[in-house]
C-alpha cells in the first residue's frame, strides 16, 4: 500500500470533480513513494454517501516493461478535516531504476477558472526541471552514480555500462533537438545512427564481458590447493587473501581449472603478497581471461604494421650505424678504407645484437612466453641504443621476468667482451693498425656516459690540451674497429640496465626488489638522466625521454609473484648491476688528473 497526501487550503465539496481534485494524475505519470508511475484512469465510483464525506475509487493500468499490473486508489474526502488523503493498492510490483520522490499538492479553491492552466504550467516547469537536471548529469560525471562506482572498481563490465549511458543519453539529446535546417537535420541523423550503431556493439560486448560471482568461486578454495579467509571485488574479478596449503606449481594448474568450471569460461589467477600495517598476507587475484587477453590484443605489436615497423628502424639503424662509422674515419680516407674500417663495426656491432636477440628468444621460449617483434633503436651518436620487445603473454613466475632480461643483457656483455679481447689479441693493442679508426674528441665532449670508452682507449690531450703521444693530431685517438664495437655494445648494454620502466635493468629490478622499489629507482633514474640533460648531455637527454615515455610503466605482474628468485640469481643480479655502474659511472677518462688513475694499459 502507497499513500499520496493532497493537502487543501479550504475543505473540498463533496460533489467536487475527481478531475479537478486528482489533476496530478492527467499528466503522464504520478509519483508516489519515491516511484513513479505511468497512469490512465478507467474506472471511477463514489463508495460513501454520508454528507460531507465521500470515499472515491480510481483504478488504472500500469505497464512496465510490457507487464501489466493494476492499481486501484482510494480518495477519503472529509469534510470536517481539511484535508483529501490517497491510497494505492499495488497487486503487482515492478522493479524501476527511477528513484523520485515528490508530494502533488492541489488548491481547491471553489470557483478558480484559471486553476488547469496553474497545473499545466505547473507540469511543465517540473519537465524542464528535469531536462536541467539531466543536462547537468551529462555534464558533471562526479555526480553520476554509475561513474562513481566505475571509478572506485574500474572492471570493463563497468566501463561498457557507462558508455551504454552516455550513448543512451545523446541519444535523448538529438531526440529532443529540432531544426528546420536540413543539413543540421542530415547530420544529426548520421550522428543518432553512428551512436545506435555504437550502443549495439557495446551491448554486444556487455554479454561477453560479466563480472565473475565472487560467492561461486570462493567455493572452490579450500585446504588442498588455497585456504581463502577473506574476499573483496577487484575489477570484474576478486581478490582472495588466505594462505597456501600445497607447493604453487600444483595449485596454479588445478585452482584454475576448479575457478573455470565454476565460472562457466576460462581464468587467469595470480599469486602475490600484500602488506597491510607491516603484516605480509598472501592472495590470489583471480580475473577473467577474456579481459587479459583482450589487454594483450590491445597492445599487441605482432601485427603487420608492427613488423613492418621492425623492418623500418632495423633499415634506419643500419643507415646510423654506417654514418656514425664514416665520421671516424681518417681525413683522406677512400672507399676502400672505408670499407676496410666500417665493415669490422657494423658486423661487430650487428654480432653483438644477434647474439643477445637469439639468447633472448631462447629464454622465453623455455617459459612459454611471447615476444614482440624486436625493434632496434637507432642513434647517430652510438648508432645503435640497442633492442626494444614486449611481453604478448602472461609470465609464469619472477624466474621468468628475471631471466629474460639477464639473457639478453648478459649475452651482450659476453660478446661485446669477446670482441674487444680478440682485437686486443690480435693486434697486441687497441691501436688497429693500418686499419683504425680514429676517434675523435667531440665524440665524448660532454657525454659521460662514454666516459669508460674514453678511459679505456686514452684520451686526445693531457690537463694541459697537449695532444697525447698515441693520438693524431688534428685527427683523432686510434682504435681497432672490432674493440671499438666491443666498448660501444658495452656502453650499450649498460643504458639498458638502467633500473628505469620497462628496460632490461627496469625488469629485473621488478624482479628482485619488487614493484614498489622498482618505481622508485625508475623514478630516481629518469630524475638523474634528466639532470644530466639539462646539464648539456645530449645522449643523456635522447635516453631518458625514451626510456621515461617509451619505455616507462611496470610489466604487467608473473602469475607467481610469492616464490623468491634464489641467492643465485641475486648474484648474478648484483654483478650485472656493478658492471653497469661502473661503464656508466663518470671518471676522469683517463686525463690522470688523480693518482687514482694510471695510462692506459690498452694502448700498448
Known amino acids: 500500500m502507497a499513500a499520496l497526501f493532497i493537502g487543501s487550503h479550504s475543505s473540498p465539496r463533496i460533489d467536487t470533480p475527481l478531475s479537478h481534485v486528482l489533476c496530478t494524475l492527467n499528466s503522464k505519470s504520478y509519483k508516489t513513494k519515491n516511484k513513479k508511475f505511468p497512469c490512465k484512469a478507467v474506472s471511477c465510483s463514489r463508495k460513501n454517501h454520508q454528507e460531507g464525506d465521500g470515499q472515491y475509487v480510481l483504478s488504472f493500468g500500469k505497464h512496465p516493461f510490457g507487464q501489466k499490473s493494476e492499481r486501484t486508489l482510494h480518495f477519503l474526502v472529509s469534510k470536517s478535516r481539511k484535508y483529501v488523503t490517497c491510497s494505492v493498492d499495488e497487486e503487482q510490483e515492478s522493479r524501476d531504476p527511477t528513484s523520485i520522490s515528490s508530494v502533488a499538492v492541489v488548491d481547491e479553491k471553489p470557483g478558480d477558472g484559471n486553476e488547469g492552466e496553474k497545473e499545466s504550467t505547473q507540469v511543465e516547469a517540473s519537465k524542464k ?28 563490465e563497468a566501463a561498457i555500462k557507462l558508455e551504454k549511458k552516455r550513448a543512451d543519453t545523446k541519444l535523448k539529446e538529438l531526440d529532443r533537438e529540432s531544426t528546420d535546417n536540413p543539413i543540421m537535420r542530415l547530420f544529426n541523423r548520421l550522428v543518432r545512427d553512428s551512436l545506435t ?33 577473506d574476499v573483496r571485488r577487484f575489477g570484474d574479478g576478486g581478490i582472495f587473501i588466505g594462505n597456501l596449503r600445497k607447493p604453487i606449481e600444483e595449485v596454479i594448474p588445478k585452482l584454475e581449472k576448479k575457478l573455470s568450471e565454476a565460472a562457466g569460461r576460462d581464468v587467469v589467477v595470480w599469486f602475490m603478497e600484500e602488506k597491510t600495517n607491516d603484516i605480509t598476507k598472501q592472495a590470489c587475484v583471480v580475473q577473467p581471461k577474456a579481459e587479459i587477453d583482450l589487454q594483450f590484443e590491445l597492445t599487441k605489436l605482432s601485427t603487420p604494421w608492427g613488423y613492418v615497423s621492425a623492418i623500418v628502424l632495423c633499415v634506419a639503424t643500419f643507415g646510423t650505424i654506417a654514418i656514425m662509422s664514416g665520421l671516424f674515419l681518417k681525413p683522406d680516407a677512400t672507399f676502400d678504407d672505408y670499407l676496410a674500417n666500417v665493415v669490422p663495426l657494423f658486423g661487430g656491432l650487428i654480432t653483438i645484437l644477434g647474439v643477445s636477440e637469439i639468447s633472448t628468444r631462447l629464454t622465453a621460449a623455455r617459459y612459454g612466453v611471447k615476444l614482440s617483434p624486436s625493434f632496434l633503436v637507432p642513434s647517430n651518436w652510438t648508432g645503435c641504443l640497442g633492442v626494444m620487445n614486449n611481453y604478448e603473454s602472461l609470465l609464469p613466475n619472477k624466474k621468468a621476468l628475471f631471466d629474460i632480461p639477464v639473457a639478453r643483457t648478459a649475452s651482450a656483455y659476453l660478446t661485446s ?19 683504425a679508426l680514429f676517434i675523435r674528441p667531440q665524440f665524448f665532449y660532454n657525454n659521460p656516459l662514454l666516459s669508460f670508452i674514453q678511459y679505456v682507449i686514452g684520451p686526445y690531450t693531457d690537463d694541459l690540451g697537449n695532444v697525447l703521444p698515441y693520438a693524431v693530431e688534428g685527427v683523432g685517438v686510434p682504435c681497432d674497429p672490432l674493440a671499438f664495437a666491443g666498448l660501444l655494445g658495452m656502453v650499450v648494454t649498460s643504458l639498458n640496465l638502467l633500473p628505469c620502466g620497462r628496460l632490461e635493468g627496469g625488469r629485473i629490478a621488478q624482479a628482485m626488489f619488487g614493484r614498489n622499489t622498482a618505481n622508485l629507482l625508475s623514478f630516481a633514474t629518469s630524475l638523474l638522466l634528466g639532470i644530466g640533460g639539462l646539464s648539456g648531455s645530449v645522449l643523456c637527454l635522447a635516453w631518458g625521454l625514451f626510456a621515461t615515455f617509451f619505455r616507462g610503466g611496470e610489466e604487467i605482474p608473473a602469475k607467481d609473484e610469492i616464490t623468491q628468485l634464489g641467492d643465485n640469481r641475486y648474484a648474478w643480479g648484483i654483478v650485472l648491476g656493478l658492471i653497469c655502474f661502473l661503464t656508466l659511472f663518470p671518471n676522469g677518462g683517463g686525463t690522470f688528473n688523480s693518482s687514482f688513475f694510471g695510462d692506459p694499459f690498452f694502448r700498448g
Not at 564481458?209 to 588455497?226: E, I, M, P, S, V
Not at 667482451?417 to 686499419?435: E, I, K, P, R, Y
Open 417 to 435: 667482451l669477446a670482441l674487444a679481447v680478440a682485437a686486443f689479441v690480435a693486434d697486441g693493442s687497441f691501436n688497429g693498425g693500418d686499419n
Open 129 to 156: 526541471e528535469d531536462e536541467e537536471l539531466e543536462k547537468q548529469q551529462e555534464k558533471d560525471w562526479k555526480t553520476d552514480e554509475d561513474f562513481k562506482k566505475f571509478m572506485g572498481n574500474p572492471s570493463i
Open 197 to 229: 550503431r555504437e550502443k549495439e556493439r557495446l551491448e554486444k560486448a556487455e554479454e561477453s564481458f560479466k563480472a565473475l560471482d565472487l560467492n561461486k568461486l570462493r567455493g572452490c578454495f579450500g585446504f588442498d590447493t588455497f585456504f581463502a579467509m
